[in-house]
Nanobody, 125 residues
Framework: QVQLVESGGGLVQAGASLRLSCAAS????????MGWFRQAPGKEREFVAA????????LYADSVKGRFAISRDNAKNTLYLRMNTLKPEDTAVYYC??????????????????WGQGTQVTVSS
């Protein structure tokens, strides 16, 4: 079992940057492939980015590629999402998620077993 708590959301203007954090409980954070998803009002939750437990090649949605960067600090049990050049269409609740240990990278929501409560990001035009 792992518990995830997101932070760092807020209200910003278009073009600004934010860094989201996701603090994870447990002693084997390094074994979890981690992902970020988001859900805008009236829309389905969608994949944003993922980083494997092996800290290897990351995966991004086309809509954020080149603007967002996912990273992890296993010593701090923390996942990050750096978001640059934010756009109004990035407005959503952002969730971090974890796969069961030792599973590879994925962009499929159903393959993530643990979820945080979400943090709101609002980008004004």
């Amino acid at each position: 079992q792992v518990q995830l708590v997101e932070s760092g959301g807020g209200l910003v203007q278009a073009g600004a940057s934010l860094r989201l954090s996701c603090a994870a409980s447990g002693r084997i954070f390094s074994s979890y492939t981690m992902g970020w998803f988001r859900q805008a009002p009236g829309k389905e939750r969608e994949f944003v980015a993922a980083i494997p437990w092996s800290n290897g090649e990351t995966l991004y949605a086309d809509s954020v590629k080149g603007r967002f960067a996912i990273s992890r600090d296993n010593a701090k049990n923390t996942l990050y999402l750096r978001m640059n050049t934010l756009k109004p269409e990035d407005t959503a609740v952002y969730y971090c998620a974890a796969r069961l240990p030792w599973n590879g990278i994925s962009d499929l929501m159903g393959e993530y077993a643990y979820w945080g409560q979400g943090t709101q990001v609002t980008v004004s035009s």
